[in-house]
Protein backbone atom coordinates (compact mmCIF):
# COMPACT_ATOMS: atom_id res chain seq x y z
CA UNK A 1 0.00 0.00 0.00
CA UNK A 2 1.34 3.28 -0.79
CA UNK A 3 1.55 5.70 1.63
CA UNK A 4 -0.77 8.09 -0.39
CA UNK A 5 -3.91 5.87 -0.19
CA UNK A 6 -2.61 5.13 3.69
CA UNK A 7 -3.39 8.85 3.66
CA UNK A 8 -6.96 8.57 2.69
CA UNK A 9 -8.34 6.21 5.27
CA UNK A 10 -9.92 7.65 8.13
CA UNK A 11 -10.87 4.62 10.25
CA UNK A 12 -9.32 1.53 9.60
CA UNK A 13 -10.65 -1.65 11.42
CA UNK A 14 -8.53 -4.97 11.93
CA UNK A 15 -9.82 -8.27 12.90
CA UNK A 16 -11.84 -6.03 15.51
CA UNK A 17 -13.29 -8.70 18.85
CA UNK A 18 -15.43 -7.68 21.64
CA UNK A 19 -17.38 -9.93 23.82
CA UNK A 20 -19.46 -9.03 26.70
CA UNK A 21 -19.70 -10.80 29.70
CA UNK A 22 -22.93 -11.31 30.50
CA UNK A 23 -25.15 -13.85 32.46
CA UNK A 24 -27.12 -16.61 31.04
CA UNK A 25 -31.09 -17.84 32.17
CA UNK A 26 -29.03 -20.38 34.89
CA UNK A 27 -27.01 -16.84 36.29
CA UNK A 28 -24.07 -18.52 35.21
CA UNK A 29 -21.30 -16.05 33.21
CA UNK A 30 -21.04 -16.28 29.30
CA UNK A 31 -19.21 -14.54 26.92
CA UNK A 32 -21.46 -13.01 24.24
CA UNK A 33 -19.54 -12.35 21.16
CA UNK A 34 -20.58 -9.64 19.88
CA UNK A 35 -18.02 -8.15 17.17
CA UNK A 36 -15.97 -10.61 15.71
CA UNK A 37 -12.92 -10.33 13.36
CA UNK A 38 -14.53 -6.99 11.92
CA UNK A 39 -12.69 -5.32 8.99
CA UNK A 40 -14.02 -1.68 7.80
CA UNK A 41 -11.88 0.94 6.26
CA UNK A 42 -13.74 4.37 6.40
CA UNK A 43 -12.34 6.76 4.19
CA UNK A 44 -11.44 10.38 4.82
CA UNK A 45 -14.71 12.42 3.77
CA UNK A 46 -16.38 10.23 3.25
CA UNK A 47 -20.28 9.38 4.16
CA UNK A 48 -20.59 5.78 5.25
CA UNK A 49 -23.64 3.64 6.69
CA UNK A 50 -23.58 0.65 8.78
CA UNK A 51 -26.61 -1.23 7.81
CA UNK A 52 -27.15 -4.37 9.29
CA UNK A 53 -29.97 -6.44 11.50
CA UNK A 54 -30.94 -5.23 15.10
CA UNK A 55 -28.10 -6.80 18.02
CA UNK A 56 -25.64 -7.00 15.19
CA UNK A 57 -22.79 -4.86 17.28
CA UNK A 58 -23.07 -1.82 14.96
CA UNK A 59 -23.46 0.42 18.26
CA UNK A 60 -20.86 -1.71 19.67
CA UNK A 61 -18.68 -0.26 16.94
CA UNK A 62 -19.62 3.11 16.98
CA UNK A 63 -19.01 3.61 20.55
CA UNK A 64 -15.76 1.89 20.73
CA UNK A 65 -14.56 4.51 18.08
CA UNK A 66 -16.42 6.84 20.08
CA UNK A 67 -14.22 5.88 23.46
CA UNK A 68 -17.54 4.55 25.34
CA UNK A 69 -16.34 0.77 24.90
CA UNK A 70 -13.06 -1.38 24.61
CA UNK A 71 -12.55 -3.73 22.33
CA UNK A 72 -10.89 -6.83 23.05
CA UNK A 73 -8.91 -8.25 20.41
CA UNK A 74 -7.51 -6.73 16.72
CA UNK A 75 -6.14 -3.40 16.07
CA UNK A 76 -7.93 0.18 15.01
CA UNK A 77 -6.58 3.33 14.06
CA UNK A 78 -7.53 6.34 12.94
CA UNK A 79 -5.57 8.56 11.16
CA UNK A 80 -3.15 6.20 10.85
CA UNK A 81 -2.72 6.15 14.87
CA UNK A 82 -3.94 4.01 17.99
CA UNK A 83 -7.20 4.75 18.61
CA UNK A 84 -7.35 7.03 21.55
CA UNK A 85 -9.55 6.46 24.69
CA UNK A 86 -10.03 10.49 25.09
CA UNK A 87 -9.85 12.50 21.74
CA UNK A 88 -11.22 16.08 20.93
CA UNK A 89 -11.56 15.27 17.27
CA UNK A 90 -15.06 13.04 17.48
CA UNK A 91 -18.44 13.91 18.46
CA UNK A 92 -21.44 11.10 18.56
CA UNK A 93 -24.99 11.69 18.21
CA UNK A 94 -27.33 9.58 19.61
CA UNK A 95 -30.97 8.87 18.89
CA UNK A 96 -31.81 10.05 22.50
CA UNK A 97 -30.49 13.09 21.75
CA UNK A 98 -28.70 13.44 25.14
CA UNK A 99 -29.14 17.60 25.21
CA UNK A 100 -28.74 19.08 29.29
CA UNK A 101 -32.15 19.82 29.95
CA UNK A 102 -30.98 22.09 32.61
CA UNK A 103 -28.92 24.17 29.77
CA UNK A 104 -30.64 26.70 26.94
CA UNK A 105 -30.51 25.63 23.66
CA UNK A 106 -27.19 28.00 23.12
CA UNK A 107 -25.33 26.49 26.40
CA UNK A 108 -26.12 22.41 24.91
CA UNK A 109 -24.23 23.88 21.80
CA UNK A 110 -21.52 25.02 24.11
CA UNK A 111 -20.98 22.47 26.03
CA UNK A 112 -18.19 20.60 23.60
CA UNK A 113 -16.98 24.21 23.18
CA UNK A 114 -16.30 24.18 26.85
CA UNK A 115 -14.61 21.01 26.98
CA UNK A 116 -11.97 22.50 24.28
CA UNK A 117 -11.50 25.43 26.64
CA UNK A 118 -12.67 27.99 24.16
CA UNK A 119 -12.73 30.80 25.68
CA UNK A 120 -16.74 32.47 26.20
CA UNK A 121 -17.05 34.85 23.26
CA UNK A 122 -15.47 32.85 20.90
CA UNK A 123 -17.99 30.11 22.48
CA UNK A 124 -20.94 31.87 21.86
CA UNK A 125 -20.35 33.09 18.61
CA UNK A 126 -19.46 29.78 16.84
CA UNK A 127 -22.52 28.01 18.63
CA UNK A 128 -24.85 30.88 17.10
CA UNK A 129 -23.55 30.24 13.47
CA UNK A 130 -24.36 26.65 14.15
CA UNK A 131 -27.58 27.13 15.15
CA UNK A 132 -28.42 29.40 12.47
CA UNK A 133 -27.41 26.57 10.27
CA UNK A 134 -29.68 24.19 11.76
CA UNK A 135 -32.58 26.40 11.52
CA UNK A 136 -33.13 27.57 14.98
CA UNK A 137 -31.48 30.74 15.51
CA UNK A 138 -34.74 31.94 17.35
CA UNK A 139 -34.86 29.44 20.07
CA UNK A 140 -31.44 30.01 21.48
CA UNK A 141 -32.56 30.88 24.71
CA UNK A 142 -35.19 28.02 25.23
CA UNK A 143 -34.68 25.13 26.62
CA UNK A 144 -34.71 21.67 25.30
CA UNK A 145 -38.01 20.17 27.14
CA UNK A 146 -40.04 23.31 24.85
CA UNK A 147 -38.78 21.94 21.69
CA UNK A 148 -40.01 19.10 19.72
CA UNK A 149 -38.08 16.10 19.25
CA UNK A 150 -37.21 16.94 15.33
CA UNK A 151 -36.05 20.51 16.99
CA UNK A 152 -33.81 18.73 19.72
CA UNK A 153 -32.09 16.46 17.37
CA UNK A 154 -31.15 19.23 15.05
CA UNK A 155 -30.02 21.12 18.58
CA UNK A 156 -27.86 18.05 19.10
CA UNK A 157 -26.50 17.65 15.22
CA UNK A 158 -25.65 21.40 15.64
CA UNK A 159 -23.98 20.86 19.23
CA UNK A 160 -21.60 17.83 17.32
CA UNK A 161 -20.86 20.46 14.24
CA UNK A 162 -20.25 23.03 16.34
CA UNK A 163 -17.48 21.34 17.98
CA UNK A 164 -15.85 20.56 15.21
CA UNK A 165 -14.82 16.94 15.20
CA UNK A 166 -13.22 15.44 12.22
CA UNK A 167 -15.26 12.57 13.03
CA UNK A 168 -18.84 12.57 13.17
CA UNK A 169 -20.11 9.19 14.59
CA UNK A 170 -24.06 9.15 14.40
CA UNK A 171 -26.33 6.18 16.11
CA UNK A 172 -29.45 5.83 14.61
CA UNK A 173 -29.82 9.50 14.57
CA UNK A 174 -33.06 9.43 13.11
CA UNK A 175 -34.73 6.52 14.67
CA UNK A 176 -36.78 8.29 17.14
CA UNK A 177 -38.55 11.25 15.12
CA UNK A 178 -41.95 10.80 13.02
CA UNK A 179 -41.48 10.27 9.14
CA UNK A 180 -41.96 13.97 7.88
CA UNK A 181 -39.17 15.22 10.24
CA UNK A 182 -36.71 12.34 9.69
CA UNK A 183 -36.91 13.08 5.89
CA UNK A 184 -36.51 16.73 6.48
CA UNK A 185 -33.18 16.00 9.08
CA UNK A 186 -31.87 13.36 6.11
CA UNK A 187 -31.79 16.02 3.59
CA UNK A 188 -30.45 18.75 5.93
CA UNK A 189 -27.78 16.58 7.41
CA UNK A 190 -26.78 15.98 3.71
CA UNK A 191 -26.60 19.65 3.03
CA UNK A 192 -24.73 20.69 5.96
CA UNK A 193 -21.99 17.91 5.00
CA UNK A 194 -21.96 18.82 1.51
CA UNK A 195 -19.93 21.84 3.10
CA UNK A 196 -17.11 20.37 4.63
CA UNK A 197 -17.18 16.37 3.72
CA UNK A 198 -16.30 15.51 7.39
CA UNK A 199 -16.05 11.86 7.50
CA UNK A 200 -19.52 10.35 8.91
CA UNK A 201 -20.12 7.34 10.30
CA UNK A 202 -23.34 6.50 10.24
CA UNK A 203 -25.13 3.56 12.02
CA UNK A 204 -28.92 2.97 10.78
CA UNK A 205 -31.11 0.07 10.60
CA UNK A 206 -32.98 1.70 7.24
CA UNK A 207 -32.06 0.55 4.61
CA UNK A 208 -34.09 3.68 2.50
CA UNK A 209 -31.53 6.16 4.82
CA UNK A 210 -28.40 4.23 4.41
CA UNK A 211 -29.06 4.52 0.40
CA UNK A 212 -29.83 7.95 0.57
CA UNK A 213 -27.20 9.48 2.51
CA UNK A 214 -24.17 7.26 2.14
CA UNK A 215 -21.23 7.19 -0.18
CA UNK A 216 -20.82 3.61 0.75
CA UNK A 217 -22.91 1.25 2.92
CA UNK A 218 -21.47 -1.41 5.09
CA UNK A 219 -23.46 -4.34 5.93
CA UNK A 220 -22.84 -6.12 8.67
CA UNK A 221 -24.03 -9.82 9.12
CA UNK A 222 -26.26 -10.67 11.98
CA UNK A 223 -24.11 -11.41 15.77
CA UNK A 224 -21.17 -11.99 16.07
CA UNK A 225 -20.95 -8.87 13.55
CA UNK A 226 -18.51 -8.53 10.85
CA UNK A 227 -18.63 -6.58 7.78
CA UNK A 228 -20.55 -8.90 4.91
CA UNK A 229 -20.35 -6.87 2.20
CA UNK A 230 -19.72 -3.01 1.31
CA UNK A 231 -21.62 -1.46 -1.15
CA UNK A 232 -20.91 1.64 -2.97
CA UNK A 233 -24.00 3.85 -4.12
CA UNK A 234 -23.22 5.85 -7.42
CA UNK A 235 -25.80 7.90 -7.20
CA UNK A 236 -25.30 11.87 -7.71
CA UNK A 237 -25.10 14.57 -5.49
CA UNK A 238 -26.15 16.49 -3.96
CA UNK A 239 -28.87 14.35 -3.57
CA UNK A 240 -32.28 15.52 -2.73
CA UNK A 241 -35.70 14.04 -1.75
CA UNK A 242 -36.24 13.26 -5.36
CA UNK A 243 -33.66 10.57 -5.67
CA UNK A 244 -36.24 8.36 -3.77
CA UNK A 245 -38.24 7.89 -6.80
CA UNK A 246 -35.01 7.37 -8.83
CA UNK A 247 -34.74 3.79 -10.66
CA UNK A 248 -31.55 3.41 -9.62
CA UNK A 249 -32.53 4.13 -5.91
CA UNK A 250 -35.50 1.46 -6.49
CA UNK A 251 -32.76 -1.20 -7.96
CA UNK A 252 -30.13 -0.41 -4.79
CA UNK A 253 -32.88 -0.57 -2.47
CA UNK A 254 -33.68 -4.00 -3.82
CA UNK A 255 -31.02 -5.37 -3.63
CA UNK A 256 -29.80 -4.54 -0.52
CA UNK A 257 -33.08 -5.75 0.94
CA UNK A 258 -32.92 -9.33 -0.12
CA UNK A 259 -29.37 -9.42 1.70
CA UNK A 260 -30.98 -8.16 4.48
CA UNK A 261 -33.56 -10.66 4.58
CA UNK A 262 -31.69 -13.57 4.09
CA UNK A 263 -29.52 -12.54 6.96
CA UNK A 264 -32.89 -11.90 9.19
CA UNK A 265 -33.66 -14.99 8.47
CA UNK A 266 -30.52 -16.75 9.80
CA UNK A 267 -31.13 -14.84 12.96
CA UNK A 268 -34.39 -16.49 13.86
CA UNK A 269 -33.33 -19.81 12.90
CA UNK A 270 -30.53 -19.38 15.50
CA UNK A 271 -33.28 -18.49 18.36
CA UNK A 272 -33.85 -14.59 17.88
CA UNK A 273 -32.87 -11.48 19.06
CA UNK A 274 -30.89 -10.42 21.94
CA UNK B 1 -55.48 44.23 38.45
CA UNK B 2 -57.73 41.14 38.00
CA UNK B 3 -54.62 39.06 38.48
CA UNK B 4 -54.63 40.44 42.01
CA UNK B 5 -57.86 40.34 42.39
CA UNK B 6 -57.98 36.24 41.38
CA UNK B 7 -54.56 35.79 43.66
CA UNK B 8 -56.25 37.30 46.39
CA UNK B 9 -59.44 34.83 45.61
CA UNK B 10 -57.03 31.68 45.68
CA UNK B 11 -55.31 32.66 48.63
CA UNK B 12 -58.86 32.89 50.79
CA UNK B 13 -60.15 29.78 48.97
CA UNK B 14 -57.12 27.90 50.46
CA UNK B 15 -57.44 29.82 53.77
CA UNK B 16 -60.90 28.12 54.35
CA UNK B 17 -59.82 25.12 56.35
CA UNK B 18 -57.36 26.89 58.39
CA UNK B 19 -60.18 29.47 59.17
CA UNK B 20 -62.73 27.07 60.11
CA UNK B 21 -60.42 25.60 62.22
CA UNK B 22 -59.76 28.84 64.20
CA UNK B 23 -63.30 29.45 64.94
CA UNK B 24 -63.95 25.89 65.78
CA UNK B 25 -60.68 26.67 68.20
CA UNK B 26 -62.36 30.01 69.51
CA UNK B 27 -65.33 28.19 69.71
CA UNK B 28 -64.51 25.01 71.64
CA UNK B 29 -63.26 26.34 74.91
CA UNK B 30 -65.67 29.72 75.02
CA UNK B 31 -68.75 27.91 74.96
CA UNK B 32 -67.51 25.46 77.46
CA UNK B 33 -67.18 21.94 75.00
CA UNK B 34 -63.08 21.98 76.43
CA UNK B 35 -61.93 23.67 79.56
CA UNK B 36 -60.15 26.75 78.87
CA UNK B 37 -57.34 25.65 81.43
CA UNK B 38 -56.49 23.20 79.05
CA UNK B 39 -57.51 24.63 75.65
CA UNK B 40 -56.47 28.53 75.70
CA UNK B 41 -58.88 29.91 73.04
CA UNK B 42 -56.82 31.32 69.78
CA UNK B 43 -57.68 35.23 71.00
CA UNK B 44 -55.81 34.62 74.10
CA UNK B 45 -53.18 32.87 72.27
CA UNK B 46 -52.02 35.23 70.05
CA UNK B 47 -52.63 38.02 72.67
CA UNK B 48 -50.05 36.44 74.88
CA UNK B 49 -47.78 36.01 71.47
CA UNK B 50 -48.68 39.76 71.16
CA UNK B 51 -47.34 41.06 75.02
CA UNK B 52 -44.67 38.42 74.52
CA UNK B 53 -43.64 39.78 71.29
CA UNK B 54 -43.65 43.72 73.12
CA UNK B 55 -41.56 41.93 76.06
CA UNK B 56 -38.91 41.13 73.19
CA UNK B 57 -39.33 37.48 74.57
CA UNK B 58 -40.75 35.90 71.35
CA UNK B 59 -38.16 37.76 69.29
CA UNK B 60 -35.29 36.28 71.46
CA UNK B 61 -37.04 31.79 71.62
CA UNK B 62 -37.59 32.64 67.76
CA UNK B 63 -33.71 33.48 67.26
CA UNK B 64 -32.06 31.29 68.96
CA UNK B 65 -34.38 28.32 67.31
CA UNK B 66 -33.78 29.42 64.23
CA UNK B 67 -30.22 29.94 64.79
CA UNK B 68 -29.59 26.44 66.13
CA UNK B 69 -32.11 24.94 63.12
CA UNK B 70 -29.75 26.89 60.96
CA UNK B 71 -26.68 26.04 62.14
CA UNK B 72 -27.85 22.23 62.04
CA UNK B 73 -29.23 22.25 58.66
CA UNK B 74 -26.25 23.73 57.16
CA UNK B 75 -23.42 21.21 58.79
CA UNK B 76 -25.94 18.94 57.34
CA UNK B 77 -26.58 19.92 53.77
CA UNK B 78 -22.76 20.51 53.50
CA UNK B 79 -21.66 17.00 55.03
CA UNK B 80 -24.76 14.99 53.62
CA UNK B 81 -23.88 16.44 49.88
CA UNK B 82 -20.49 16.21 50.08
CA UNK B 83 -20.49 12.15 51.33
CA UNK B 84 -23.41 11.64 49.12
CA UNK B 85 -21.92 13.21 46.10
CA UNK B 86 -18.76 10.56 46.81
CA UNK B 87 -20.68 7.77 47.80
CA UNK B 88 -22.79 8.01 44.57
CA UNK B 89 -20.03 8.77 42.77
CA UNK B 90 -17.97 5.55 43.37
CA UNK B 91 -20.15 3.06 43.60
CA UNK B 92 -18.40 0.20 45.06
CA UNK B 93 -18.30 3.03 48.14
CA UNK B 94 -22.53 2.81 48.00
CA UNK B 95 -22.34 -0.94 47.96
CA UNK B 96 -20.25 -1.44 51.41
CA UNK B 97 -22.10 1.83 52.91
CA UNK B 98 -25.54 1.67 52.00
CA UNK B 99 -26.81 -0.85 54.89
CA UNK B 100 -25.19 1.30 57.28
CA UNK B 101 -27.13 3.96 56.13
CA UNK B 102 -30.18 2.61 55.84
CA UNK B 103 -30.01 1.60 59.14
CA UNK B 104 -28.73 4.95 60.88
CA UNK B 105 -31.63 6.37 59.01
CA UNK B 106 -34.07 4.12 60.56
CA UNK B 107 -32.24 5.23 63.68
CA UNK B 108 -34.55 7.87 65.41
CA UNK B 109 -32.87 11.18 66.17
CA UNK B 110 -34.84 11.02 69.76
CA UNK B 111 -34.00 8.08 70.51
CA UNK B 112 -30.22 8.76 70.26
CA UNK B 113 -30.66 12.36 72.36
CA UNK B 114 -29.11 10.56 75.64
CA UNK B 115 -26.42 9.52 73.70
CA UNK B 116 -25.41 12.73 72.44
CA UNK B 117 -26.14 14.07 76.03
CA UNK B 118 -23.71 11.73 77.11
CA UNK B 119 -21.06 12.24 74.45
CA UNK B 120 -21.19 16.20 74.59
CA UNK B 121 -22.70 17.31 77.48
CA UNK B 122 -26.18 19.39 77.83
CA UNK B 123 -24.81 22.40 75.96
CA UNK B 124 -25.32 23.65 72.39
CA UNK B 125 -23.32 21.02 71.13
CA UNK B 126 -25.73 18.19 71.51
CA UNK B 127 -28.41 19.96 70.25
CA UNK B 128 -26.38 20.86 67.23
CA UNK B 129 -25.59 17.43 66.74
CA UNK B 130 -29.08 16.05 67.04
CA UNK B 131 -30.77 18.43 64.40
CA UNK B 132 -27.66 17.60 62.52
CA UNK B 133 -28.52 13.77 62.58
CA UNK B 134 -32.14 14.15 62.20
CA UNK B 135 -31.52 16.34 58.53
CA UNK B 136 -28.15 14.74 57.50
CA UNK B 137 -30.00 11.35 56.68
CA UNK B 138 -32.21 12.59 53.68
CA UNK B 139 -29.99 15.08 52.34
CA UNK B 140 -27.34 12.06 52.29
CA UNK B 141 -29.28 9.67 50.95
CA UNK B 142 -31.39 11.63 48.26
CA UNK B 143 -27.90 13.39 47.20
CA UNK B 144 -26.63 9.61 46.29
CA UNK B 145 -29.65 8.78 44.81
CA UNK B 146 -29.80 12.08 42.17
CA UNK B 147 -26.02 10.86 41.45
CA UNK B 148 -26.40 7.00 40.75
CA UNK B 149 -30.01 8.44 38.54
CA UNK B 150 -27.68 10.49 35.82
CA UNK B 151 -28.95 9.58 32.84
CA UNK B 152 -26.12 7.68 31.29
CA UNK B 153 -26.38 8.97 27.98
CA UNK B 154 -25.62 12.75 28.88
CA UNK B 155 -22.50 11.08 30.33
CA UNK B 156 -21.26 9.16 27.19
CA UNK B 157 -22.26 12.35 25.12
CA UNK B 158 -19.59 14.71 26.62
CA UNK B 159 -17.25 11.96 26.99
CA UNK B 160 -17.22 11.19 23.56
CA UNK B 161 -16.05 15.00 23.18
CA UNK B 162 -13.43 13.84 25.84
CA UNK B 163 -14.73 16.09 28.25
CA UNK B 164 -12.37 14.78 31.63
CA UNK B 165 -13.41 13.45 35.06
CA UNK B 166 -13.91 16.37 36.62
CA UNK B 167 -15.87 18.37 34.28
CA UNK B 168 -18.19 15.52 33.98
CA UNK B 169 -18.18 15.59 37.60
CA UNK B 170 -19.15 19.53 37.94
CA UNK B 171 -20.93 20.28 34.51
CA UNK B 172 -23.28 17.19 34.31
CA UNK B 173 -23.82 15.37 37.66
CA UNK B 174 -23.76 17.72 39.98
CA UNK B 175 -26.45 20.07 37.85
CA UNK B 176 -28.72 16.70 36.93
CA UNK B 177 -28.52 15.79 40.46
CA UNK B 178 -29.40 19.09 42.13
CA UNK B 179 -33.48 18.67 41.98
CA UNK B 180 -32.81 15.76 44.26
CA UNK B 181 -30.46 17.41 46.64
CA UNK B 182 -32.27 20.15 46.92
CA UNK B 183 -35.62 17.69 47.68
CA UNK B 184 -32.98 16.32 50.23
CA UNK B 185 -32.57 19.44 51.67
CA UNK B 186 -35.95 20.59 51.83
CA UNK B 187 -37.11 17.26 54.11
CA UNK B 188 -33.80 17.89 55.82
CA UNK B 189 -35.12 21.33 57.20
CA UNK B 190 -38.38 19.90 58.18
CA UNK B 191 -36.97 17.41 60.28
CA UNK B 192 -34.54 19.82 61.74
CA UNK B 193 -37.52 21.82 63.14
CA UNK B 194 -38.69 18.56 64.63
CA UNK B 195 -35.40 17.79 65.62
CA UNK B 196 -35.17 21.82 67.58
CA UNK B 197 -38.29 21.35 69.63
CA UNK B 198 -36.93 17.73 71.13
CA UNK B 199 -33.61 19.23 72.06
CA UNK B 200 -34.78 22.51 73.31
CA UNK B 201 -37.55 20.30 75.62
CA UNK B 202 -34.33 18.83 77.31
CA UNK B 203 -31.81 20.81 79.31
CA UNK B 204 -32.41 24.32 77.55
CA UNK B 205 -33.19 27.97 78.97
CA UNK B 206 -34.11 29.59 75.67
CA UNK B 207 -35.60 28.55 72.16
CA UNK B 208 -39.44 27.71 70.99
CA UNK B 209 -39.11 24.34 72.55
CA UNK B 210 -38.09 25.25 76.12
CA UNK B 211 -40.64 27.91 75.95
CA UNK B 212 -43.19 25.34 74.87
CA UNK B 213 -42.34 23.13 77.71
CA UNK B 214 -41.97 25.40 80.52
CA UNK B 215 -45.03 27.64 79.61
CA UNK B 216 -46.68 24.30 80.42
CA UNK B 217 -45.06 24.08 83.31
CA UNK B 218 -46.21 26.94 84.67
CA UNK B 219 -49.47 26.46 83.65
CA UNK B 220 -49.26 29.32 81.19
CA UNK B 221 -51.16 27.92 78.37
CA UNK B 222 -51.91 31.04 76.30
CA UNK B 223 -48.24 31.25 76.37
CA UNK B 224 -47.61 26.93 75.27
CA UNK B 225 -49.49 27.37 72.57
CA UNK B 226 -47.92 30.58 71.33
CA UNK B 227 -44.93 28.71 71.49
CA UNK B 228 -46.65 25.91 69.00
CA UNK B 229 -47.84 28.42 66.80
CA UNK B 230 -44.39 29.86 66.76
CA UNK B 231 -42.81 26.35 65.98
CA UNK B 232 -45.52 26.07 63.31
CA UNK B 233 -44.50 29.04 61.85
CA UNK B 234 -41.04 28.13 61.94
CA UNK B 235 -41.53 25.32 59.75
CA UNK B 236 -43.47 26.91 57.02
CA UNK B 237 -41.15 30.13 56.94
CA UNK B 238 -37.81 28.00 56.47
CA UNK B 239 -40.04 25.59 53.65
CA UNK B 240 -40.82 28.47 51.88
CA UNK B 241 -36.98 30.16 51.98
CA UNK B 242 -35.54 26.40 50.70
CA UNK B 243 -38.12 26.16 48.25
CA UNK B 244 -37.38 29.91 46.70
CA UNK B 245 -33.99 28.69 46.61
CA UNK B 246 -34.55 25.29 45.10
CA UNK B 247 -36.50 27.26 42.50
CA UNK B 248 -34.02 29.83 41.69
CA UNK B 249 -31.04 26.91 41.05
CA UNK B 250 -33.52 24.40 39.59
CA UNK B 251 -35.71 27.23 37.52
CA UNK B 252 -34.60 24.86 33.96
CA UNK B 253 -37.18 22.57 34.94
CA UNK B 254 -40.40 21.43 33.35
CA UNK B 255 -43.48 22.53 35.13
Redesign the interface.
Known sequence: MTPDSLAMVKIRARKVCRVFNIRNTRGAKEGLSVLERFDLDVNEGEFMSLLGPSGCGKSTFL?IL???DKFDSGKITVDGEPLQE???N???V?Q?Y?L?????VIQNLE??L???HIEKKERRKIARHYLELVGLAAFENQ?P??LSGGMRQRVAIAR?LA?H?DLL?MDEPFAALDAQTRENLQIELLRIWETDKKTILFVTHSIDEAILMSDRVAFMSSRPGHIREIISIDLPRPRTEDIRNSAEFASIRKNLWSMLQAEAQQIQSYGGYL | MKDKFYRGGELLSRSVGLILFIILWEAAPRLGWVMQTYLAPPSRVFYALWLMTARGELARHVLISLQRVILGLVVSSVVGVVFGLLIGYFRRLDRVLDLLFQAFRQMSAFALFPVFILLFGLGELSKTVIIFWASLWPVLLNTCSGVKNVDPVLIRSVKSMGASKLFIFIKIILPSAAPEIFTGIRLGGSYCVMAVVAAEMIGASSGLGYLVLYSEETFNVPEMYGGIIGLAILGIGLNWILQSAEKFFTSWREV
Open positions: NAGLQSFRGIFGALPWRTVGEIRYHQVYPL
